[in-house]
């Protein structure tokens, strides 16, 4: 059985967006900044070990629109070129009602995302990361994730789209990591408990 991981920046308030899907808060290090390079590579080696990304319609317009091309522009740092080849390598699953075509070894899957998540959680392979609020929301009140991983930014955005839904029943955890970033990011990894 797969391992499923919900991963993502996250405000100390609980936001994984801004009003607006504002992101600029996600660097860490000030308004409108770029993660830490020890931040940034940290996300690399996640999508390298990612065996299948999960992800809903927003996040996918958002990482579609940038890294399939990040390595063929003019500037691009090693480590950006690494990102975008390892993200255009790693299998990739939207789930969208709306989007009609998907790219860089991604499948569309456009039924029910709670019923094709349990599929693939059963299949062997590598572990799977779910990103998107809406999509992870759903596997949440599905009892489908098995990790939490927070990198807390430190900064309070006052709302926004939230990291955790509304749950109709408890989910208790346990922490199995911690770590400090550069600018005061802090990554807490929690495992569910079953």
Same mark, same amino acid.
């Given at each position: 059985? +797969?391992?499923?991981?919900?991963?993502?920046?996250? @405000?100390?308030?609980?936001?994984? #967006?801004?009003?607006? *899907? $504002?992101?600029?808060?996600?660097?860490?290090? %000030?308004? /409108?900044?770029?993660?830490? $390079?020890?931040?940034?590579? !940290?996300?690399? /080696? &996640?999508?390298?070990?990612?065996?299948?990304?999960?992800?809903?319609?927003?996040? !996918? =317009?958002?990482?579609?629109?940038?890294?399939?091309?990040?390595?063929?522009?003019?500037?691009?740092?090693? #480590?950006?070129?690494?990102?975008? &080849?390892?993200?255009? *390598?790693?299998?990739?699953?939207?789930?969208?009602?709306? @989007?009609?075509?998907?790219?860089?070894?991604?499948?569309?899957?456009?039924? /029910? #995302?709670?019923? =094709?998540?349990?599929?693939?959680?059963? =299949?062997? %392979?590598?572990?799977?990361?779910?990103?998107?609020?809406?999509?992870?929301?759903?596997?949440?009140? #599905?009892?489908?994730?098995?990790?939490?991983?927070?990198?807390?930014?430190?900064?309070?955005?006052?709302?926004?789209?939230?990291?955790?839904?509304?749950?109709?029943?408890?989910?208790?955890? @346990?922490?199995? =990591?911690? +770590? @400090?970033?550069?600018?005061?990011?802090?990554?807490?990894?929690?495992?569910? +408990? +079953?």
């Amino acid at each position: 059985m +797969r391992k499923l991981t919900f991963a993502m920046n996250v @405000t100390l308030d609980g936001y994984i #967006a801004a009003p607006g *899907d $504002d992101l600029g808060w996600s660097g860490g290090e %000030g308004p /409108d900044s770029s993660p830490s $390079d020890e931040l940034f590579q !940290w996300w690399s /080696d &996640r999508v390298a070990a990612t065996g299948l990304a999960l992800y809903g319609r927003k996040l !996918w =317009e958002g990482m579609s629109s940038h890294w399939p091309t990040a390595d063929q522009q003019p500037g691009a740092t090693p #480590a950006a070129i690494e990102f975008a &080849r390892r993200w255009r *390598d790693m299998p990739k699953v939207v789930f969208s009602s709306t @989007t009609s075509t998907v790219d860089w070894n991604t499948r569309l899957v456009t039924g /029910d #995302a709670v019923t =094709e998540i349990t599929r693939l959680k059963a =299949e062997d %392979g590598g572990p799977m990361d779910i990103g998107g609020a809406t999509l992870a929301g759903a596997a949440m009140r #599905a009892g489908l994730i098995d990790e939490y991983m927070l990198v807390t930014v430190p900064v309070l955005v006052g709302g926004g789209t939230p990291f955790f839904t509304a749950l109709d029943s408890w989910v208790y955890l @346990t922490l199995v =990591e911690t +770590r @400090t970033f550069p600018g005061g990011v802090v990554l807490t990894r929690y495992e569910t +408990r +079953r």
